[in-house]
């Protein structure tokens, strides 16, 4: 059982980078004190979120209640298992995204770099609020917000390239956020209460498929844009026009990864197992799933320009977590979870190299980079390690997840869906390695007199490409992902760990 008791730490977590925005701006002429404060909120973030780990583990649920909205909708904050997951990932790589974006701005010289380092801590606020809504309503108040701060860090360069992705990017999200609140209100008015549930709130309820179909489609519109889920994709390849750590940030901790953490709040603590076999509504979460799977990665097989195929394959990596929950199985759920996080640690590496080349050689696409292995040996090697988890090699973390997922479909009874993660991994490497190698066994030009990028650069991709091996062989290093994922689908499917 849960033990619910009362704490201040969800609240602090999420107000911590919000306290650091004015000491950003008010440091706008000294750098080095405005960038100290952006290191210290992350570095303060991710304590506050460590600290409620062991209680996770054992049960215990952080919460606190803020204040009634209407009867019986309350902006409420819980740091349940699987939210404290999820701000566990966000808030650990926000602290490498940090330090890396130093020497992205510094290295480029980019202009406005203190309303960037503003709308960065902005984004990881609303991302732990996110993680710690207790609710629908506190759960849409922060996903919104997450939409407008992104907004002015993908028009950063403020070209017509960057404000006609911004403008995209806001069509989608913001048509999306008013689904979700017409699922919210439907979803109140059916059941009277908006708290999320372990296995679903609409238990005990009987519900008809004239009803039930509909909401799940407004739920699925609502949290499946960010997630990219295909038709409803497109923003973010355009949104790749923004700078790599903001590319960063969408794929590997804030914004796409929030979308999956919706999906899976949906069907797991809004409609529960049992609803989702009883309509069908497994089977059409895992078509979408199937398709954005299969077609995301055949995409990423025709770009030339490197973000756009890490764009394309994040949006393939992203419907394995949608497929681990719409196969409504523990194991398939508990590899869909792990793959929030260990999709984050490889892709965020792979942008972090993407960056780095950028702003080391000023190469963007991929028939740019013969030789470049020889002359950033540190950065192509950690892309190496990125390419290798992504296809489902052992020994990074990338396997670990998929092996789950391939287990859950097998357990669940649709082993096609085993099939198309297979294809899927092939596909992987097909995009992928292709770039190793030109990096590492072609001879490249204008290569002369260049060497590695700067320290600020180089490190955190080193660092999360060995957490991705790390993780790989041994998924409850450091913050129990395993045991987190486990207690969180044994809570959902009957019994607790």
């Given at each position: ?158 070209t017509k390239v960057a404000i006609h992705a911004g403008r995209k990017y806001l069509a989608y999200t913001l048509t999306a ?117 299969l077609v995301g990665s055949l995409l990423a097989l025709k770009q030339d320009n490197l973000k756009r195929r890490l764009a ?186």
């Amino acid at each position: 059982m849960q033990e619910i008791y009362s704490s201040t730490v969800p609240l602090l977590a999420v107000m911590v980078s919000l306290a650091a925005v004015p000491l950003i701006i008010l440091s706008s002429r000294k750098p080095n004190l405005r960038e100290f404060w952006t290191i210290a909120a992350s570095v303060a973030k991710f304590g506050l979120v460590l600290s409620l780990l062991p209680g996770a583990l054992q049960g215990r649920v952080a919460s606190i209640r803020l204040f009634e909205i209407v009867p019986n909708v309350q902006l409420a904050l819980k740091a349940d298992a699987f939210g404290v997951f999820f701000a566990l990932v966000a808030s650990c790589l926000w602290i490498f995204t940090s330090f890396y974006s130093i020497g992205y701005v510094r290295g480029l010289d980019e202009h406005k770099q203190t309303r960037y380092f503003s709308y960065f801590a902005v984004c990881l606020s609303a991302t732990i609020g996110i993680a710690f809504s207790a609710n629908l309503v506190t759960f849409i108040l922060f996903y919104e917000i997450l939409t407008i701060a992104t907004y002015p860090l993908i028009i950063h360069k403020e070209t017509k390239v960057a404000i006609h992705a911004g403008r995209k990017y806001l069509a989608y999200t913001l048509t999306a956020g008013v689904f979700l609140i017409a699922a919210a209100a439907w979803t109140f008015q059916l059941n009277g209460n908006l708290d999320f549930v372990s296995g679903g709130l609409f238990q005990g309820h009987t519900l008809t498929a004239g009803t039930i179909v509909p909401l799940f489609f407004l739920f699925l519109i609502g949290v499946g844009v960010k997630a990219s889920i295909m038709p409803l994709h497109s923003w973010l390849p355009t949104a790749m026009a923004a700078p790599t750590p903001v590319s960063a940030l969408l794929h590997a901790v804030a914004v796409v990864k929030s979308g999956v953490f919706g999906v899976v709040r949906v069907v797991a603590f809004v409609f529960g197992p049992v609803l989702m076999r009883q309509f069908g509504l497994n089977i059409i979460l895992m078509v979408f799933a199937g398709f954005t799977i299969l077609v995301g990665s055949l995409l990423a097989l025709k770009q030339d320009n490197l973000k756009r195929r890490l764009a394309y394959s994040t949006i393939a990596h992203l419907s394995y977590i949608v497929l681990g929950a719409g196969l409504v199985g523990s194991t398939a759920l508990i590899g869909g979870m792990l793959h929030i996080a260990f999709h984050a640690t490889m892709k965020i590496t792979l942008f972090f190299c993407a960056g780095a080349i950028y702003v080391n050689l000023n190469r963007e696409n991929i028939s740019d980079l013969n030789g470049i292995g020889k002359v950033m040996p540190w950065t192509m090697g950690a892309f190496a390690v990125g390419s290798i988890g992504l296809s489902g090699i052992p020994p990074v973390n990338g396997f670990i997840s998929k092996w789950y997922l391939g287990a859950g479909a097998i357990e669940s009874g649709y082993v096609i869906f085993l099939v198309v993660l297979v294809l899927s991994g092939i596909l992987n490497a097909a995009y992928f390695f292709p770039i190793v190698h030109r990096a590492f066994f072609r001879r490249g030009q204008g290569l002369k007199d260049h060497h590695e990028a700067s320290p600020f650069l180089v490190v955190p991709l080193v660092l999360t490409a060995v957490l991705s091996v790390a993780f790989g062989i041994y998924p409850d290093l450091f913050f129990k992902f395993f045991k987190l994922t486990s207690r969180v689908a044994a809570g959902i499917f009957g019994g607790v760990l």
